[in-house]
């Protein structure tokens, strides 16, 4: 007897959860985020920032390319795929795509993606206190 198809049943299916990022120069409170965004289901799939999109988002190049950014955050134990985010305004495509149940996002970011609440489960994360990448890259090249 086949097995029953379960794709069309989200019960049946791991729960994944998707979030995005630059994660350059990683650090403790991208870590601490991606773990609490692992521990939300059973799949964590993350969208790492292109360096156009970068580029365009912050004003500056990231200090790590994007295939290495790909590279170390692929490397993380709890991290189960990641893919290159082309576009903020493609959010909602990449949700369907990789059949996400719930979008893990910083809350620096918070109301910002309501818009897909639709789609999947919304969860804000309190960032980490005093942890900034822009800051440590300051901090570096401050005492270069």
């Not at 791991?14 to 120069?25: E, L, Q, S």
């Not at 601490?32 to 912050?58: H, P, T």
């Not at 789609?119 to 309190?126: G, H, K, Q, R, T």
């Amino acid at each position: 007897m086949p097995a029953a198809d379960t794709s069309a049943d989200p019960a049946a299916r791991p729960r994944t959860v998707i979030t995005f990022g630059t994660f350059d120069v990683l650090h403790v409170g991208h870590i601490r985020i991606l773990k609490r965004a692992a521990a939300l289901g059973d799949r964590l799939v993350v969208g790492v920032s292109a360096d156009a999109l970068n580029e365009k988002k912050k004003g500056r190049a990231p200090v790590f390319s994007q295939d290495e950014r790909v590279e170390i955050v692929s490397s993380l134990a709890f991290v189960d795929e990641v893919f290159v985010e082309e576009s903020l305004e493609l959010k909602r495509d990449y949700i369907v795509e990789h059949r996400a149940d719930v979008l893990a996002m910083g809350d620096d970011w918070k109301g910002r993606f309501d818009f897909v609440s639709d789609l999947c489960e919304v969860v804000y994360f309190p960032r980490t206190p005093s942890v900034s990448t822009t800051e440590l890259i300051e901090h570096i090249a401050n005492t270069a």
